[in-house]
Structures are given as structure tokens and as C-alpha cells.
């Protein structure tokens, strides 16, 4: 009789993003955004607002693309000392908080809530209207996993309550069941935050210097337009998504052996 194995080992999380989106000039719908004509002074006026927290800042390769093809491409990174993580990445139209190993909410958010005040704080001194178009709230998690000798589709539905089964008049023309790669991605309607949408991504993916593993990506997204462009309407949002992804964290993974984190 088969074995049927209910555990495995969730690595720690690979990555959380918080991401800010703010609108760019765009008469034209149908050709790019403007350039924001307080970027540029923006990066180092963030800089020097972040320094104590965030002392090393690294230019991205991305920061050599001209202006006006730019939009929402990050840019610039201020990192902490030593691991330089977490980070703070900023671009035109766009401000990310980033995290790895040893994340926490209880310090994650803060780090998310004083980034956004200073970018606030900025524009607001530059006589610049910012106005928040998108947030957005991510995880990242592992598990290490060895496809070539297991089920990955069974091991979703067994596992983590996930299931993807084939018809028989598919599995005919298949040599097996087991996938050689696999992309899954599905799109809800969140209940709470409001006028949000939560995406569950699972895929075949590879941890820095690590082997191959089932890697699933868990997204909170505001829609476009609905988030306020104040410090408490962010902060307030960021909250309720963060427990809406820790509540489907907790469901996919009450069958998965943990080794901590949030």
C-alpha cells in the first residue's frame, strides 16, 4: 500500500514586498506616462531621509534607461549594513520594502509605514502631488521538493488543499501525470481589504543558490484607484492585507511541517 506523505519542510520565506504605486502624468492613454519632474530630486532627498536605517545606496543597472521609458522600473536601492537586507527600492512611480530571512511583521511594518511617510514627506515638500494609484502586499515561500520522483498535483491536493486533476481522455496522451514544469495561478476577489484582489500562484522555482522546489507566490493587490494617498488610508490597508495573507498562509500550510516565520 502506498505511503501517503501529509508532511513536508517549508523553508523560510524566500522574499516579502510591500509595493507602492503613485500615478505618473498621462494625458495620452494611449502612449507612455510623462516623466515625473520631481524624481529625480526625490531619490536623494529619500536617500538622506532613510540614511540612518538604510545607509548604502546602490544604483541599478536600470537607472541608465532614459527617463521616458522608465515608468514603475526600480531604480535605485537603499540597503541596511552587512546583508543589505531589508531594503528600500525606489523608481519612477514606484517604491518598494523588501525583506528575506528573519522577516517579521511586527518590524516589517514599520519599516513599511516610515518609508511611505518619508516618500509623503517628500513630494509634499517639493510642492509635488503624489497621488497612490496601486498597493500591493507579497510573499514568497519554498518547499523543498523533488519532482522527478514526486507528484507535485497530488501533492497539492493532498497537502495543501489545492487540487488539479486531469480527465482520463487526458491522461491518454501522456507519458504520466506528473507535470515537467508547472505555472497555477488563480485570481480572487478579497473580502477584506475592500476593493482588493488576492492572487495564489504556485510554480516551479529555484531559491538562491539552492536545488528546485514548489514555490508558491501569495499577492494582495488594491485596485487601481481605490487606495487613499494618506499615511493612515496605506498603513490601514497594508494591515488588513497582511492578515488576509497570513490566513491563507496558515490554510495552505496546516499539513506542512514549518520552521518558523511570519
Known amino acids: ?8 519542510t517549508l523553508n523560510s520565506l524566500v522574499e516579502a514586498i510591500f509595493e507602492l504605486r503613485w500615478k505618473l502624468p498621462q494625458p495620452d ?10 524624481y529625480k ?26 527617463d521616458q521609458i522608465s515608468a514603475y522600473v526600480v531604480q535605485h536601492r537603499f540597503k541596511t549594513v552587512g546583508a543589505g537586507w531589508p531594503l528600500v527600492q525606489i523608481g519612477q512611480g514606484i517604491l518598494t520594502v523588501n525583506d528575506i530571512q528573519g ?26 502631488d503624489l497621488q497612490v494609484s496601486t498597493l500591493a502586499l507579497r510573499y514568497i515561500n519554498a518547499i523543498d521538493f523533488d519532482f522527478q520522483k514526486r507528484n507535485v498535483l497530488s501533492y497539492l491536493k ?14 491518454t496522451s501522456l507519458d504520466g501525470e506528473n507535470p515537467n514544469a508547472m505555472d497555477l495561478s488563480l485570481q480572487f476577489q ?39 494617498s494618506d499615511i493612515s488610508g ?19 500550510t496546516a499539513n506542512v511541517q514549518k520552521e518558523g516565520g511570519d
Do not use: C
Not at 500500500?1 to 513536508?8: F, V
Not at 502612449?31 to 519632474?37: A, F, I, M, T
Not at 531621509?49 to 541608465?64: C, F, K, M, W
Open 1 to 8: 500500500m502506498e505511503h501517503k506523505e501529509t508532511k513536508a
Open 29 to 38: 492613454l494611449q502612449k507612455p506616462p510623462l516623466v515625473d519632474g520631481n
Open 41 to 66: 530630486l526625490a531619490v536623494g532627498a529619500l536617500f538622506t531621509r532613510l540614511h540612518d536605517n538604510y545607509p548604502e545606496h546602490e544604483q541599478l543597472p536600470s537607472s541608465a534607461l532614459p
Open 103 to 128: 522577516y517579521k511583521w511586527e518590524t516589517f511594518q514599520p519599516r513599511v509605514t516610515n518609508a511611505v511617510k518619508v516618500l509623503l514627506d517628500t513630494y509634499a515638500s517639493m510642492a509635488g
Open 158 to 171: 493532498e497537502n495543501m488543499g489545492f487540487g488539479v486533476e486531469l480527465a482520463a481522455n487526458l491522461k
Open 190 to 228: 478579497a473580502a477584506v481589504p475592500e476593493d482588493s484582489n488576492v492572487t495564489m500562484r504556485f510554480f516551479r522555482g529555484q531559491k538562491t543558490n539552492g536545488p528546485s522546489g514548489l514555490m508558491w507566490e501569495t499577492s494582495v493587490q488594491a485596485r487601481p484607484g481605490t487606495v487613499q
Open 234 to 252: 496605506i498603513t490601514s490597508w497594508a494591515e488588513r492585507a497582511h492578515k488576509l495573507a497570513r490566513s491563507l498562509f496558515d490554510a495552505l
